[in-house]
């Protein structure tokens, strides 16, 4: 299937006028083909017209017919074959293997939300029939089931280009609630998203869904975006990526005089508490498996582990000792963009040159400009309280850790710091 470059504004492909956006080789810094156009604020006005038309229509669509578009989608996205994994290898620098998994977790999402809507427990349904009979007064008849928000705006991922983009988990749980979606495209591969979308525009064609149902977006900047996060008929927001990009999504979706939900799954330093017992007993193992899950998926993940707190001891030296052996022998890594790749390797540059910071470890060289190395800092307790630079994370996911020497007293101070923080782990 050919790659045209252009939105898709309901049942119509649309070439933007605002701005320019260039797909760039992740592991080759390649410009790939075709330029894409940005939404102008005349397109986004169509789209949200669309789905707000499409909105009643559509939420009253039977369980039947929605299940089977649904699973409409997941068979157009299997059909698209090769031309979509090679196009998102491309753009995201992620091995082929990786996204055909992913393309196998997009397409069971979809077929499991299919599968919920067929049975129908998802709509909360409570039936309390009328009783003329009940004293002292009668009781009328009451019926309960939830119903659809209305149209969503889903903002695809970076590090899941499938899973968590045009046609993941957002979408498909929009879609299977009722509500149309209107998609912002990740700049990073804007090619996919297009494949994406025209497997769910053609399943809204193929299933006589109202048009609407569906429409996706480029951004050649932050206005569009931001204008559909306030526009009056989005109800709702399915967000995934940076914790800086969520945070300002949600404020402003929060000052619109109807405020609506924003649901981010946003980045995290994911601080690992190491205690004492667990460090005397396996310091060696747990450090190897640290910098195995550091570096995993070159760090970006949103639970890779980017913070250890642990009481200084000689048993924590073993355990630094075993993750800098460990991180010596991970590989450099392609990063998902350029642009991800270079606030990485600045933010490395400024925390090894941290006066309170030590260098403790850094992966395999890269073996060319588009990789990566990983990167383990040490740093003490005291230091982390007087520099609050030391308490933020990288901008971006990326292969890089540091280690907080603690004094026991110090442990509970350090723990409420990080509580913003979602994922945590213990050992």
Request: net charge neutral; with cysteine; proline share 6%.
């Amino acid at each position: 299937m050919r790659i045209e470059g252009k939105m898709l504004i309901g049942d119509r492909t649309v070439l933007g006028t605002n701005g320019s956006i260039r797909a760039i080789g992740a592991a080759t810094g390649e410009v790939l083909e075709p330029p894409f156009g940005g939404a102008a604020p005349a397109d986004l006005e169509c789209a949200c017209a669309l789905a707000w038309s499409a909105f009643d229509t559509y939420r009253e669509s039977s369980l039947t017919a929605r299940a089977e578009f649904l699973e409409a989608i997941a068979q157009n996205i299997l059909d698209l074959g090769d031309c979509l994994i090679e196009r998102c290898v491309a753009e995201s620098g992620l091995p082929r293997a990786r996204l055909e998994g992913e393309r196998g977790r997009t397409v069971g999402q979809l077929r499991m939300f299919a599968a919920v809507v067929r049975q129908g427990d998802f709509l909360g349904v409570r039936i309390d029939p009328a009783d003329r009979d009940r004293k002292p007064l009668a009781r009328v008849d009451l019926r309960l089931r939830f119903v659809p928000l209305g149209p969503v705006a889903v903002f695809g991922a970076s590090n899941f280009p499938l899973a968590f983009s045009v046609a993941g988990g957002d979408t498909a749980s929009a879609l299977a609630a009722g509500c149309p979606v209107i998609v912002k495209a990740h700049p990073a591969h804007p090619g996919t998203s297009e494949l994406a979308a025209l497997a769910v525009q053609k399943a809204v064609r193929d299933c006589g869904m109202p048009e609407g149902t569906f429409s996706l977006l480029f951004d050649s900047g932050r206005d569009i975006a931001q204008r559909l996060v306030g526009d009056h008929r989005i109800k709702a927001v399915g967000f995934t990526g940076s914790r800086s990009g969520g945070t300002a999504l949600t404020k402003l979706a929060a000052q619109r005089p109807e405020p609506i939900p924003v649901y981010a799954e946003m980045s995290s330093v994911n601080p690992v508490l190491l205690f004492p017992a667990a460090l005397a007993n396996r310091a060696e193992a747990i450090g190897r498996t640290f910098a195995a899950s550091l570096t995993l998926g070159a760090g970006q993940f949103c639970t890779n582990p980017g913070l250890i707190l642990a009481v200084d001891s000689p048993d924590l030296d073993r355990f630094i000792e075993a993750a800098a052996a460990g991180l010596a022998d991970a590989p450099a890594a392609t990063m998902l963009t350029p642009d991800i790749r270079k606030a990485y390797e600045t933010a490395v540059a400024r925390t090894a040159a941290h006066d309170a910071v030590k260098m403790a470890a850094r992966g395999a060289e890269s073996k060319s400009a588009h990789e990566a190395q990983a990167a383990l800092f040490t740093t003490t307790a005291d230091a982390f309280i007087r520099h609050a630079e030391l308490h933020e994370e990288t901008p971006i996911s990326r292969p890089e850790s540091r280690v907080k020497e603690v004094r026991r007293n110090q442990l509970r101070h350090f723990t409420a710091s990080t509580a913003r923080h979602l994922h945590s782990c213990k050992h």
